[in-house]
């Protein structure tokens, strides 16, 4: 909890360190750290109505809102909290996570300055993201390294494909023979002092691409009658947010190393299709060393260059690029109450045209393959194309033909819609958020979608799970996202998840609480990805449980399970001026079901009818939407060998919900023991020594007792 500033150690300390950073000029409409040396404040902003909300979220960049207390958590610059007091606001200096964070760039610049910097990344590359309490965020390079060894270990389940290059690659394939190193590119556009920010050692010679990792059970999901169903993540598309990117890598690897160990993640392997797409390399390269994170966009420093000047007259080039998370076609620039930004100075700066970015073509053609007219829809992509389309909307870009060339806002996707889930990883509101971002005139003002208490719904299940706000918006309005884009062409729900409390997360908090929180969320939506707009409307079943570790063929054995309903998190929209989410409703459970080696949907499924029993997890005001699930499964017929089983429960609205699933270890029964020799029924010789030989070990026995 934060303290009210007094005078302190810190706070001197904090007051003398930023009297000697130049203070630039600071512009309301932009989320720019400007240079200040890696003067960082972690403060909360009491606000009293939504005017100040507005003002404050618009200023500040990725802040944390308390609906509740009514306060805004936010990393700033001095230039910012300046700001913040002019309008009339109060910030507060939260002195121990300030503190925190000033160890954290501390230590990185101790690193740097030591030569600790230089861990070994296999083959002698360094890394450049220290040891110390920054080490579990890997590079680029070690990501993509990653990447390999995984393809290497499961080639059964792993597949690597590169989707395009970056920016700074497209400069150095243009440049042909006299091919400029990364750093040579640097070179021509940034000046000495912001050269300055970084090691040219710690630079790649070459550029990365755009890669993504695919994992599946592939042979069993190319034999299957329906394709899989797809999460699809994008992490670091803001460069400077190193959780995001750790936490999509920290679920693949998870996946694949419990695969033989954990059924859950056999089930998930085998029945999902997982896509984690690295989608800023270039930016990263600059935030792996840019200790104050001001490095959110990508480098285009030729079409997206920042002309402005700081107070000392030096051109802030270092603030050039462009945000490729407001550079995507679908509603780019069209208007509406803010959402992007056309100055190139712009922390929101969206490029010169819709997808202008390599970075953004190469991860949208990824998601949504390629245009087919005839058919009137998208093919091939990572996604399925799951809007249909009338032929008024008849056309790649989902645009009116009949002259006005609208963006069609009002058609949804079937709630049977199969294709998967698209999520955005960034740091560090605490939040789940869904289509529409923006407020748009030709949409009524109106930012819900078609399919906005299925994606609500979903938003508010994986809340629970990550423990973050469900609220469809923050504070501000954004166009041009991946999640817009994700949701505007193909159907597919899609989400930006908001996640940690710091830019500057320390692995301590990464560990023990960031990657935890997201994991438990993506587990649970694993689990209800086969029919993503449905499922969630049911409970989530938990805690799959055999009453043996194995069992041998012909026997029964017990089952149990936690069946809830009570599973949701519910938030405010974060705007007054939109509708609020669908709250959602809890139903009492009313039944479950195990199966054995199929899934509750596929062809040949045979449930059986579990017992439900009063839970000791249930809340005493809802006592029937969580109940313990028990039965007995009969092993005969079944084959020796691993076996698995599903456990899927019902509400009282008819709804199933997420399903879970244990191993059933089968063994074989014993051989007849009759001898064919011995008559039938009666004794065999064998039979009968043995029995002599019993009965006189138990004579022996007897005699021994009574000495």
């Not at 600071?26 to 909360?44: E, M, R």
């Not at 300030?98 to 300055?113: E, G, L, N, P, W």
């Not at 139903?587 to 017992?611: F, S």
Request: with cysteine; proline share 6%; hydrophobic share 35%.
């Amino acid at each position: 909890m934060f303290k009210p500033t007094c005078p302190s150690k810190l706070s001197v300390a904090l007051a003398l360190a930023f009297a000697s950073v130049a203070m630039p000029a600071y512009t309301a409409d932009s989320h720019d750290h400007a240079d200040d040396s890696g003067a960082v404040l972690s403060i909360v902003v009491p606000y009293a109505n939504e005017g100040q909300l507005a003002f404050a979220t618009k200023l500040l960049d990725h802040p944390y809102v308390d609906q509740k207390k009514m306060e805004i958590h936010a990393e700033v610059a001095p230039a910012e909290m300046e700001a913040l007091k002019a309008a009339g606001l109060s910030p507060v200096i939260n002195e121990a996570e300030t503190a925190r964070i000033q160890h954290f760039i501390q230590s990185r610049a101790q690193d740097v300055k030591s030569g600790g910097i230089a861990r070994a990344l296999g083959v002698a590359k360094p890394s450049s993201i220290a040891n110390g309490v920054h080490s579990c965020y890997r590079t680029v390079e070690q990501i993509y390294q990653t990447y390999d060894e995984l393809a290497a270990k499961y080639p059964k389940l792993v597949k690597v494909q590169t989707l395009g290059k970056s920016w700074v690659g497209e400069q150095q394939e243009k440049a042909g023979t006299a091919r400029p190193t990364f750093y040579e590119l640097l070179t021509k556009y940034l000046p000495a002092s912001a050269l300055a920010l970084f090691d040219k050692a710690l630079l790649p010679a070459d550029a990365s691409p755009i890669k993504v990792i695919v994992v599946g059970n592939f042979e069993k999901q190319d034999a299957a009658a329906e394709r899989p169903p797809n999460m699809v993540w994008t992490g670091g598309i803001h460069a400077r947010e190193y959780a995001p990117q750790e936490v999509g890598m920290k679920f693949i690897e998870w996946l694949l190393a419990n695969y033989d160990t954990d059924a859950n993640a056999r089930m998930m392997v085998d029945t999902n299709r997982y896509h984690f797409v690295v989608h800023n390399p270039d930016g990263r390269k600059l935030a792996e060393q840019d200790a104050s994170a001001r490095q959110r966009k990508n480098i285009n420093y030729e079409n997206a260059a920042c002309e402005s000047v700081d107070n000392q007259g030096v051109k802030r080039s270092i603030d050039s690029g462009v945000d490729l998370n407001r550079n995507y076609p679908f509603g780019w620039a069209a208007g509406g109450r803010g959402g992007s930004d056309g100055n190139s100075c712009s922390a929101t700066y969206r490029g010169t045209a819709p997808a202008s970015e390599p970075e953004t073509k190469a991860v949208l053609n990824y998601i949504r393959g390629n245009w087919n007219q005839a058919a009137c829809k998208w093919e091939g992509g990572a996604l399925p194309d799951g809007r249909p389309k009338s032929t008024t909307y008849c056309n790649p870009e989902n645009r009116d033909n009949n002259g006005t060339g609208e963006l069609d806002w009002k058609t949804g996707a079937s709630d049977e819609y199969g294709g998967g889930v698209f999520i955005d990883l960034h740091s560090n509101a605490r939040a789940v958020l869904w289509p529409w971002g923006v407020e748009r005139a030709e949409n009524d003002f109106n930012t819900h979608t078609p399919n906005n208490k299925g994606m609500a719904v979903i938003a508010q299940r994986l809340a629970y799970h990550n423990n973050y706000s469900s609220q469809q918006l923050l504070s501000y309005n954004t166009e041009g996202t991946t999640k817009d884009a994700a949701y505007g062409y193909l159907g597919a729900p899609a989400y930006t998840v908001e996640m940690g409390r710091s830019f500057y997360e320390d692995c301590g908090v990464f560990e023990r609480e960031t990657y935890p929180e997201n994991f438990n969320g993506f587990h649970y939506l694993s689990r209800v990805l086969h029919r993503v707009y449905k499922l969630p409307f049911g409970p989530d079943t938990v805690n799959v449980m055999m009453g043996a570790s194995s069992v041998q063929a012909g026997n029964k054995v017990t089952v149990t399970a936690t069946v809830d309903d009570n599973r949701y998190r519910y938030s405010n929209a974060g705007q007054s001026t939109i509708k609020p989410p669908p709250y959602p409703v809890v139903y009492n459970i009313t039944g479950a079901k195990a199966y054995v080696d199929k899934l509750p949907w596929e062809p040949g499924a045979v449930g059986v009818e579990l017992t439900l029993s009063t839970s000791s997890q249930a809340r005493s005001d809802f006592p029937d939407a969580t109940k313990t699930a028990t039965g007995e499964i009969n092993t005969a017929g079944l084959t020796p060998g691993r076996h698995m089983v599903y456990v899927q429960g019902t509400n009282a609205d008819g709804k199933p919900g997420a399903v879970s699933a244990a191993f059933l270890d089968v063994t074989a029964a014993p051989a007849d023991a009759d001898d064919a020799d011995s008559g039938g029924g009666a004794l065999g010789w064998f039979d009968l020594a043995a029995m002599a030989a019993g009965l006189a070990a138990l004579a022996g026995l007897r005699r021994r007792r009574n000495h």
